[in-house]
């Protein structure tokens, strides 16, 4: 599972990016959102981004998330290389 989220500033790539997101997500909350999505399919997601998303103005990351932390266990959440993708 991936948390994608996102704060874009103009409304016009604003609208774009939630639609290339909502398209992959099965929950989450406006701009963050939770996908079932494997690594291959994130990198391809990020390639998208990158075409519609303003890397002066904007913020987007995408957050591979392990299973324990969204089973709700009480563990330190620790972030390897590579995990945000953009």
Do not use: P, W
């Amino acid at each position: 599972m991936y948390l994608i989220a996102y704060d874009i500033a103009d409304d016009k790539r604003r609208k774009k990016v939630q639609n290339l997101v909502y398209s992959y997500a099965f929950g989450g909350q406006k701009s963050a959102l939770e996908c079932l999505i494997d690594k291959k399919e994130a990198i391809e997601i990020a390639k998208k981004l990158s075409k519609i998303i303003d890397l002066e103005k904007d913020r987007c990351h995408i957050i591979k998330v392990e299973k324990f932390i969204y089973l709700r266990s009480a563990k330190e959440i620790t972030f390897k290389n590579g995990d945000i993708i953009l």
